[in-house]
């Protein structure tokens, strides 16, 4: 008895310490001033996204307690802004002091983990692949890849008139072909590898890719212990793998092929001209990212000399375990943004002849008939280019991973920033906000993006993908094969809404924010 006794005090003791532990640590926006909801002592306030996307929970929130507001995951603090002057700050004019990504509760150690790739690394480390990565996406090197990008736009023409063929209004659903599409031509363009992923939807990587996708939406109850107990992240990526050992994981499927393409090329003769080959021939020197004025905290540390200078080493290069995790994160992240950004492109194209018309006589006078499209002529497609910016505006699919970690606490436009807090974007509030876009921002109009009107704007008032040195590095690759998409389908295609689509979109959120009924339209030839 007395021990049960004990035991019960012992527990209440403890629980005791943790509820004013965290109810303490829960107290951070009321003492710097910044409204929020009320968070539940365990959840913090996550329970309000269990019926909700991030994106309108956000805008909720945005209603109720302006543009700049505090809510917790657990015990974990999130400064939400729209606020462009803040934004500009943290994202580019202090930006080594908010250089982190978020840290997620399932994933690998941002500065231990071999297995860190460059969405993820931080310090010297980000500095470093940064440095590697970005000559990838040269202007030179981008041209190289457009016969792939034109190939597999020749091919989706096929298969886009196939389906056509099989129903009567000419009823074909772009989202799944647009997948398939970008899957082929980062598979060709990163590794040098020929598939046709346009006409099976059995291929191998397509069917992974999906695979690992979907993964990310399927481990709710992991996911919400993680952020409820922050601290024990070790004990929650070794949950996650033992649970994918277990089962099979599309991840190591795509680790594998990585692997035997990695050493093909090491031992083959032949010659290369992808992201592959380039990763692996990078070499840079330490000066290029140990001069950088980032103070680290942890990871790779720059090495110095007897005197406390820094080594001057010729050269550094990726490791395996990083050219792997490169190659993952450029087939992962451009497989399903790109393909779902097309998707919006073309709903809006169909939903809007009056633009779909000016933007096919756009292209029809940059490119006499029979000529393809290039670097070269689609970077004076300046209506497209609105096009493709108007529905990021409206559709900023990737906008829930736009946020920095304060790495010492600051001030910040008159907030006082604590150091380990996250500021979010709040960029669905940001690209709908009257200020910066008119009294009708839900209208697709990409007059917007003129020259004359963008003068007129903030410049953090459009961030789909993120603003400053942390933008994302293959940008530049997407928007190319993007538009070399468009002006392959235009020229050959009209496009008006199926019988059976939903408009407005309605939207679901998993890796990205989708169409949760597809795109389904009707691709009539052009005579």
């Known amino acids: 008895m007395f021990f049960t006794y004990l035991l019960l005090v012992t527990l209440g003791y403890l629980f005791a310490v943790f509820y004013w532990q965290r109810r303490r640590q829960q107290r951070v926006f009321k003492d710097l001033g910044i409204p929020g909801p009320e968070p539940n002592f365990l959840f913090g306030n996550l329970i309000a996204f269990k019926d909700k996307m991030m994106c309108e929970q956000y805008q909720a929130w945005h209603a109720t307690y ?23 700050q943290v994202f580019i004019k202090q930006f080594n002091n908010f250089h982190a990504r978020k840290l997620w509760p399932v994933q690998v150690d941002p500065d231990q983990s071999e297995e860190v790739h460059l969405f993820f690394a931080r310090g010297q480390r980000w500095k470093r692949l940064r440095s590697v990565v970005n000559p990838a996406f040269t202007a030179s090197k981008l041209r190289k890849m457009e016969p792939q ?7 989706l023409i096929e298969v886009l008139d196939e389906a056509a063929e099989k129903s009567d209004e000419k009823r074909v659903e772009l989202c799944g072909l647009f997948r398939r599409l970008t899957l ?40 919400l212990f993680g952020f409820i107990f922050p601290t024990l992240n070790k004990l929650w990526m070794f949950l996650y793998k033992f649970m994918h050992n277990i089962k099979f994981n599309p991840v190591y499927w795509l680790e594998d092929r990585m692997k035997e393409y990695l050493n093909y090329r090491k031992k083959t003769d032949e010659t290369y001209d992808d992201l592959l080959q380039q990763m692996l021939d990078a070499r840079i020197p330490d000066k290029s990212f140990h001069d ?6 942890t990871g790779d540390e720059p090495q110095l000399d007897i005197n406390g200078n820094l080594k001057k080493s010729t050269f550094k290069s990726l490791t ?13 992240a451009g497989y399903e943004t790109s393909s779902t950004t097309l998707a919006y492109i073309f709903y809006e194209l169909a939903t809007n002849p009056h633009v779909q018309h000016a933007l096919r006589k756009e292209i029809m006078e940059a490119m006499p008939e029979g000529e393809e499209p290039s670097y070269n002529n689609i970077k004076d497609l300046k209506y497209m280019d609105m096009v493709i910016n108007e529905t990021l505006r409206k559709y900023p699919l990737a906008s829930t991973v736009i946020a920095r970690q304060c790495q010492d606490t600051c001030q910040v436009e008159g907030l006082t920033i604590p150091s380990g807090m996250l500021v979010q974007a709040n ?26 009107n963008k003068a007129e704007r903030h410049g953090m008032s459009w961030m789909p993908f993120g603003a400053g040195p942390r933008m994302c590095v293959g940008l530049r690759f997407a928007v190319v094969q993007m538009k070399i998409t468009m002006c392959k389908l235009l020229r050959q295609y009209a496009f008006h809404p199926a019988s059976d689509l939903h408009s407005p979109l309605q939207l679901k959120e998993g890796a990205t924010i989708l169409p949760k009924h597809g795109v389904p339209l009707r691709a009539v030839r052009i005579p």
């Open 427 to 452: 960029v669905w509030a940001l690209h709908r906000d009257p200020k910066h876009w008119g009294t009708d921002p839900e209208a697709f109009d990409p007059t917007r993006f003129s020259p004359e």
């Open 184 to 223: 082929n031509v980062i598979v060709g363009c990163a590794l040098g590898i020929e598939q046709d992923a346009i006409r099976d939807p059995n291929n191998g990587f397509l069917k992974h890719c999906q695979g690992v996708i979907d993964d990310t939406t399927e481990q709710p109850v992991l996911y």
């Open 320 to 332: 395996e375990s990083e050219v792997v995790a490169h190659s993952l994160l450029f087939l992962l």
């Open 66 to 88: 302006g543009e700049t507001f505090g809510y917790f995951e657990g015990p974990t603090p999130v400064l939400v802004t729209s606020n462009a002057d803040i934004l500009h």
């Open 292 to 297: 950088l004025d980032i103070e680290v905290k």
């Open 149 to 155: 990008m034109n190939q597999s736009a020749d091919r």
